[in-house]
């Protein structure tokens, strides 16, 4: 799992990373391992925007960690229309807008151009009256995209940009409900619905298959962006913002807000808390010397006044760029648009809101923070980070893609130079610092490491610079450069954005630079500089590219700001009784009424939000109807045959000449006692190199010759089945010419690895390790969840044993024995490559075009042939493991908490039918989201149900109760009881969880789906018939549903993540209630 986390982000050809290649700067290459600005965002979903910080309201199966070898995604029942499928294949299509019906509309039509690399004519538009800039992007693809930005540099660390984000999604002048945000979420199909706020600009995005659909979005959002209430609300500013509470005039004043409560998790997070030191240092003097997404500190120094005026000043068309993308009638977009620019005259605010460049500095600086950590004894809990500023003034686009290759030679992959000095240096645990940053106005560059001795802190910084220096005088090897040439052509031609749609991959790139008034077309163009530096490179050898630049940006380059970072146990509680005494003499300097008035204000807040919205208010946010909905799920075209001895799944779509496979092998006759080295197994498959082959040379030639490998564990419950299904996944995608490599390189990774590189595998412990413990901090409801379903069944705990808190104490004593214990460790690899690694039990899942697909067979069966024919350590597992059923508390240095809730509602009697996916998805986005997030002032509360396994659990995210948030959850049963369903919320209910089941995939996507269901054993007429049961859901459905959540109330398991001080409290209230574990 470790392993295809890794490979997934940091290979260019990963399915995460449209962003980064496309942009040029390869940077999110490494975006692991990186820590500067983040945006914030209303929503999360962190496999898609690492970059960003945000939160949570998306399924568990989006933001666990454990769900690249767990099941639970909806997606087993989805229904991927084949005709939809975006290929690369888009031309041009799509009409033309007329001169005069652009003015009569109201605009005029700036520029018009073909951009051959995306297959599409992009018109750029002008708005007459206010100078609002609009990107008309039409081609064949349907997954239409549209998008507006405004630019909204701050000036302080209040917060505001990020407050104001969140508010203007609660409801504006045509849709005056409490948040429109969430009824959209609740009843469209879109394919992307969220808001972000970068360190200069918010962003508001949406994208929907469907054209009705998707002008009902874009009008939500335009409506918000330009007449929210929230203005006129101070209710609202509190709720997203900050307030303070008092629920009775004897208790404590506590500070509450859905923003105060995000960005305090954040700030509990050292990774985060170093970039943002970093880019505060590096920008002293512009914008992003403050942080947009709030300080906690001094969120609370916002008033409602500064927070209107910010509204007034920047959310006008002037200030606005907007982009709509796809292949619906761009006439009509104009048409649109148009209804909301006229109502404005042009204001002064493009001026205001220019982000003025940082001087550059003669002399580098050094400065040191704190973050707060664990008390353990550990003295390896340094940080320390380099980071330059490169320019004073964006670069040219030439230089700009040179620096992006640049950074992928250093450290794009394990085998590159600079990062593979560093971790096996064993001067740290963990890479920090993205490495090539350019998504603000002036690039820069970070590079560090954590886990670090304080003797050690000018040892990482001599390394880093030394390297550097070899570098720039020897140059990189000829495999290096083509490995890494290789990669970036690959991805940039595959274009392959995951779930993310490719047309806000392309809106992202295009406002990176057109934000700062440059050409908005210009980073979409890449072939052109790619071949001028390919050529280059080929004439004057890569020396001469290469050299030049790390002297001057980096070597010579005076603008450095060293950041050094010390634990401090004490600080998580020295910051709680900061702002404890703050609001003590709040309090005190209060008179008796001004209390009575605020335990007033408190109780009008939250009968206000768990007010619901009246109907008239709920039915004017456009919906779809039942007719509108597909009533078959389209099928994803499967032949399964034989292959000398071996099942092989085919899929015939459109893949652009890509050769997708998965090669699938049984785990489940592995010894128990192996699990936890399996995901460390799998890393050291790409990562210890062979007989023949150096790491470095093995992945060079993995870089070369294909689009990536990827190797990584799959477990999950198969329902009505006590053994949970395990399974070993290789990944790998290839263009189809390269077919046989691509099998013979899976091969020598399968069988020529050697597992005999003590010092690697040191540093794989250590890596796992940092990660572990930063998923603890930064998505412990995923720790949470797993730790639950370890409780409840076998998946879960074979699952737990591989990414879950089982694994992180696991890889606590395991540094140790590999210095002690080195050939027993060494020969349990072994043992694992010998149980798994077998023709029995193989599958092998192919996705490509027809044409290709037919010519596989050759190399499959020579593939198949080299497998060994039986395994010779085959036992057979009892699979009744599980963890105890006690109410755990996992305590870490935090301020916010996870706290989780489940049980198998399987066993309490509970039968499967489709309605279940539209009342869970019901549950979080009504009652969750407002006693949990609105009224409790969590960044994100939900439920998630495992139809695989039964498992219904409750999960809350950056959340500052723990108690108080499972009496919620037991008020599940009542809320379904009192619930009085009408027809119109039920169809919006029904529809969104169609969006959800048919969510958009990318062919590679829809072979892996198909693949996934037959190795569950979900068969089409299953598909069909919940499909059926979702569409015919009724009142009656909800009413049944209350024995479930019941089961969850009397016999629910409960695990947190969370502060040591919540936790005492909630142990001394109820005597006991938790198991207390510290983890950190
Ligand atoms: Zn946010």
């Not at 995306?118 to 007459?128: D, E, G, I, Q, T």
């Not at 609001?583 to 009968?607: F, G, N, Y």
């Not at 043992?831 to 499959?860: H, P, W, Y």
Request: with cysteine; proline share 5%.
């Amino acid at each position: 799992m470790e392993r295809a986390a890794l490979v997934r982000s940091l290979s260019c050809s990963s399915r995460y990373l449209c962003r980064s290649c496309s942009s040029f700067s390869f940077s999110s290459t490494i975006s692991t391992i990186s820590t500067t600005t983040k945006p914030s965002s209303i929503l999360r979903n962190p496999l898609l925007l690492r970059r960003r910080h945000s939160s949570i309201r998306l399924p568990l199966s989006s933001s666990s960690p454990l769900l690249y070898f767990r099941n639970r995604n909806r997606n087993h029942f989805s229904t991927s229309r084949a005709s939809l499928v975006s290929s690369p294949d888009i031309s041009g299509g799509g009409e033309v807008v007329k001169d005069e019906v652009a003015r009569e509309l109201g605009f005029e039509k700036v520029s018009e151009e073909f951009i051959t690399e995306c297959k599409s004519k992009a018109v750029l538009f002008r708005h007459l009256k206010t100078g609002a800039q609009v990107m008309s992007v039409s081609n064949n693809d349907e997954n239409k995209v549209f998008g507006i930005v405004f630019r909204t540099p701050p000036n302080d660390s209040t917060g505001i940009p990020h407050i104001l984000e969140h508010s203007v999604l609660c409801g504006s002048r045509k849709y005056p409900l409490k948040e429109p945000f969430v009824e959209l979420l609740k009843g469209s199909l879109h394919t992307f619905l969220n808001a972000f706020t970068y360190p200069d600009r918010t962003c508001y995005p949406v994208a929907s298959t469907n054209t009705k659909d998707f002008y009902n979005l874009v009008d939500v959002y335009l409506d918000a962006v330009f007449f929210p209430k929230c203005v006129d609300d101070l209710q609202t500013f509190q709720q997203e913002g900050w307030h303070y509470e008092l629920n009775h005039p004897s208790e404590d004043i506590t500070y509450k807000g859905v923003v105060f409560n995000e960005m305090k998790g954040v700030y509990s997070q050292p990774d985060n808390i170093l970039g943002r030191a970093a880019q505060q240092a590096l920008f002293p003097d512009n914008t992003y010397g403050v942080d947009s997404g709030g300080d906690p500190r001094v969120i609370p120094n916002l008033t409602f006044e500064e927070f209107k005026e910010f509204h007034r000043k920047y959310y006008h068309p002037s200030n606005s760029r907007i982009w709509f993308y796809g292949d619906d009638d761009p006439n009509e977009r104009l048409r649109i648009l148009s209804e909301y620019l006229n109502m404005f005259d042009a204001s002064s605010a493009p001026n205001e809101s220019k982000v003025e460049p940082q001087k550059l500095f003669s002399k580098p600086i050094r400065i040191v923070e704190t973050y707060p950590a664990g008390e353990g004894g550990d003295l390896k809990k340094h940080m320390v980070c380099l980071n330059w500023l490169l320019a004073d003034k964006p670069l040219d686009l030439e230089t700009e893609l040179a620096l992006g290759f640049l950074n992928h030679l250093l450290l794009g992959t394990p085998a590159s130079p600079l990062r593979k000095v560093l971790l096996e240096s064993r001067l740290g645990d963990a890479i920090v610092g993205g490495g090539l940053e350019d998504e603000l106005l002036q690039p820069q560059f970070s590079i560090g490491m954590k886990g670090v001795s304080e003797d050690d802190i000018h040892k990482v910084e001599e390394l880093i610079m030394s390297t550097l220096k070899k570098l720039a005088e020897e140059g990189f090897d000829t495999d290096a450069i083509e490995a890494s040439m290789n990669t970036i052509e690959f991805s940039l031609r595959e274009n392959n954005t995951g779930s993310f749609p490719r047309g806000l991959s392309l809106m992202l790139q295009s406002i990176g630079k057109w934000i700062y008034d440059m050409n908005p077309l210009e980073p979409l163009k890449y072939e052109k500089p790619l071949q001028d530096l390919k050529s280059k490179i080929a004439k004057e050898g890569s020396k001469s590219v290469f050299s030049p630049l790390i002297e001057k940006f980096i070597l010579n380059n005076p603008h450095k700001v060293t950041v050094q970072m010390q634990p401090d146990p004490e600080k998580a509680a020295r910051d709680e009784e900061t702002e404890k005494q703050v609001l003590q003499k709040i309090k005190a300097s209060m008179t008796t009424e001004d209390l009575a008035e605020l335990a007033r204000a408190t109780h009008e807040l939250r009968l206000k939000q768990e007010t619901p919205d009246p109907p008239e208010a709920l039915k004017t946010v456009p919906s779809l109807s039942l007719q509108d909905i597909p009533k078959e799920p389209i099928r994803v075209p499967t032949e399964v045959g034989d292959i000398n001895g071996v099942k092989v799944l085919q899929h015939d779509l459109f893949t652009n000449d890509v050769l997708y496979t998965e090669i699938v092998f049984d785990m489940s006759s592995l010894k128990q006692e192996l699990l936890p080295l399996v995901p460390l197994f799998c890393q050291s498959l790409l990562e210890m190199g062979t007989k023949d082959l150096t790491f470095v040379q093995l992945n060079q030639l993995i870089g070369r010759k294909t689009g990536g490998i990827s190797v990584y564990p799959f477990t999950s419950s198969v329902q009505g089945k006590e053994d949970p299904c395990s399974h070993m996944i290789v990944r790998g995608k290839a263009m189809s010419g390269r077919a046989e490599d691509l099998y013979d390189l899976v091969n020598s990774v399968l069988q020529d690895v050697q597992f005999t590189d003590q010092q690697r595998f040191k540093q794989f412990v250590s890596q796992s390790r940092a990660r572990m413990e930063n998923r603890l901090r930064g998505s412990g409801h995923g720790i949470a969840a797993a730790r639950m379903d370890a409780k409840l069944n076998a998946a879960g705990w074979m699952s737990e044993k591989m990414g879950g808190l089982s694994y992180l104490e696991f890889l606590q004593t395991l540094e140790k024995r590999v210095d002690e214990d080195w050939a027993d460790i060494s020969s349990s690899l072994e043992e694992i490559r010998k149980t798994v690694f077998s023709k029995q039990g193989c599958l092998i899942n192919i996705t490509a075009d027809g044409k290709n697909l037919a010519n596989m067979d050759k190399f499959v069966s020579k593939f198949v042939d080299m497998l060994p024919t039986s395994s010779p350590i085959a036992t057979t597992n009892i699979w009744n493991a599980r963890l105890p059923l006690t109410n755990e508390a996992i305590v870490i240095p935090t301020q916010v908490n996870y706290v989780g809730k489940a049980t198998n509602v399987y066993d309490a009697g509970y039968k499967l039918n489709g309605s279940a996916y539209v009342i869970s998805k019901y549950i979080s986005n009504t009652w969750l989201w407002d006693r949990v997030r609105v009224s409790g002032g969590a960044y994100g509360g939900f439920c998630d149900f495992d139809t695989h396994s039964g498992v219904f659990s409750f999960l809350s995210y950056r959340d500052p109760n723990l108690l108080k948030t499972l009496e919620v959850y037991d008020g599940t049963g009542d809320f379904l009881r009192e619930l009085e369903i009408d027809d119109d919320t039920l169809t919006k209910a029904i529809i969104g969880t169609i969006g959800d089941v048919d969510a958009y995939q990318l062919p590679d996507a829809k072979g892996y789906s198909s693949m996934l269901r037959y190795l569950l054993g979900i068969t089409e007429e299953e598909r069909q018939r919940r499909r059926e049961e979702i569409l015919s859901t009724s009142s009656k459905d909800f009413k049944q549903f209350i024995a479930a959540m019941e089961a969850v109330k009397d016999k629910g398991v409960v695990v947190a993540v969370a502060s040591p001080e919540d936790v005492e409290a909630a142990n001394k209230e109820l005597a006991n209630f938790f198991q207390v574990k510290k983890a950190l």
